[in-house]
């Protein structure tokens, strides 16, 4: 039986129905990213890679949870089911680290509806790369690192969730993740996308 | 510089790190385990292929993984306590089936067979004893060791005394189960706690095919609390009767 052709929902479904091929299948397609995502949020390669170890473990002990399993009924694909376990998992860990001043809050982004901007879906690029991206310089690499680096964490958090599905996670995933409406994730992007171009600018790229 | 284009050049970035991410994986991982055989062997370490031991000896990545697995797998023994009074419902109730019948877990099948458990739950369904009772208590219970393969009389004995160190969550109660240089199995209790003076624990050594009891008291105190110890006899008559693997499971008494 080949795996490599089956989705995500088709995989989980096998592993719980004791395909255990199936699951490492999952792992091949998550774990790079899962610990890209933990690197950003700035736990480093070692933390990045015991988070993204909880995080599979977290969702292979799904199974003997009629309740907790992933099931496609519910709406989310899943991905955004696996980046929210991922999410919910980093931001225990920021709170046992409060006295370090870690804290993620959306709170002065919550204004009730006033929706109406334009979503970032429209303005996602097109699957290929363009030359420019195929010809992406190490300097300017470490200047896309830098900049989001010196993001706050709630930004960041943000933008490693939204590049996820090659930077096309749709904003109501974000806001299902992240808890929070989706006008508030459209504005935490925004602000996030603002400081990473004002960050890039100054290092002299326009 | 728009946003459209901040958004590419992060999407390019971002492209390359996951390339680059799984190809460190790829190399720095391709001897681990994986996950799904990390669950199987916690639940059956009688599993665990000389390769697999030896790996994880010098994988701190692995070991990680089988001390998460163990941490996540198993319900609480107030669960299985409570399954086996059957008066757990819910979600709670299926994990705990899904954990004894589907995935057969050693540990925990086993741990119901514990004599003190069966007592108590007896105690309970009589209305003599309390589940709050066995809540108050410090509980050890260890995770499935496996046994040394017995090795004939003639042989040299090439292997290290054998040694398992277990404690309950608190700290409270330390249970250490060794082999002494006499070839016995000797099993010692130890409490930070002075107060404890005096007081016995129920142990019970739970083997694949016999379970070891003993009740072994606290007679020795110092000034960092008090310790008791118990002789089960000669390792070497003793490993054959408890089978492939055991686990340690003690309780201090009333």
């Known amino acids: 039986m080949s795996y490599k052709g089956m989705s995500d929902e088709e995989l989980i479904k096998a592993y719980y129905e004791c395909n255990n091929e199936a699951f490492e299948e999952l792992y091949h397609r998550y774990i790079a990213r899962l610990k890209q995502f933990f690197i950003k949020a700035r736990l480093g390669q070692q933390g990045a890679e015991d988070m993204s170890q909880d995080t599979i473990v977290r969702v292979m002990e799904t199974k ?8 496609q009924s519910r709406g989310a694909s899943f991905k955004t089911w696996l980046f929210t376990i991922a999410y919910h998992l980093l931001v225990d860990k920021l709170r046992r680290h409060q006295k370090q001043g870690i804290e993620i809050s959306f709170s002065d982004l919550e204004v009730e509806g006033e929706a109406g901007e334009e979503p970032f879906e429209e303005l996602i690029p097109s699957a290929e790369p363009t030359p420019e991206e195929k010809s992406l310089s190490q300097k300017l690499r470490q200047a896309v690192h830098e900049c989001m680096e010196s993001l706050p964490d709630r930004e960041r958090i943000a933008i490693a969730l939204w590049l996820e599905t090659d930077g ?11 808890g929070v409406s989706v006008p508030t994730a459209h504005r ?6 603002c400081l990473m171009r004002k960050c890039l600018e100054g290092k002299g790229y326009r | 510089m728009t946003e459209r284009e901040v958004m590419q050049l992060l999407r390019a970035v971002h492209k390359l790190d996951i390339e680059e991410q799984e190809k460190r994986i790829a190399t720095e991982r391709a001897n681990c385990l994986p996950f799904t055989r990390a669950r199987a062997l916690v639940l059956d370490p009688t599993l665990w292929t000389e390769n697999e031991r030896s790996h994880l000896d010098t994988c701190r990545y692995c070991a990680r993984l089988i001390e998460t697995i163990e941490r996540n797998i198993h319900p609480s023994l107030r669960a299985l306590f409570l399954w086996q009074l059957k008066k757990l419902s819910g979600d709670e109730a299926q994990v705990v089936q899904y954990h004894l019948e589907s995935d057969r ?8 067979q514990s004599l003190w458990l069966q007592g108590l739950v007896e105690a309970v369904k009589t209305g003599q004893r309390t589940l709050a009772q066995l809540e108050a208590l410090p509980i050890v219970v260890s995770n499935t060791t496996p046994l040394p393969a017995p090795v004939p009389a003639f042989a040299p004995k090439l292997r290290p005394p054998f040694h398992i160190r277990s404690e309950s969550q608190d700290g409270s109660l330390v249970v250490t189960v060794r082999e002494t240089d006499e070839g016995e199995l000797v099993a010692y209790v130890e409490t930070p706690n002075r107060e404890l003076f005096g007081r016995k624990v129920n142990l019970e050594l739970l083997g694949e095919r016999e379970t070891l009891t003993a009740e072994v008291t606290f007679d020795f105190q110092h000034e ?11 390792f070497a008559e003793l490993a054959p009767r408890l089978g492939r693997d055991f686990q340690v499971f003690a309780v201090l008494t009333e």
């Open chain 1, 188 to 193: 935490v992007l925004k602000r996030a996308f």
């Open chain 2, 105 to 112: 877990c050693r540990r925990c099948l086993r741990l119901t």
């Open chain 1, 64 to 71: 003997t949870t009629p309740c907790k399993r992933y099931s």
């Open chain 2, 224 to 234: 960092r609390g008090c310790v008791g110890q118990h002789s089960f006899g000669q």
């Open chain 1, 168 to 178: 096309g996670m749709k904003e109501k995933d974000l806001a299902q993740i992240l």
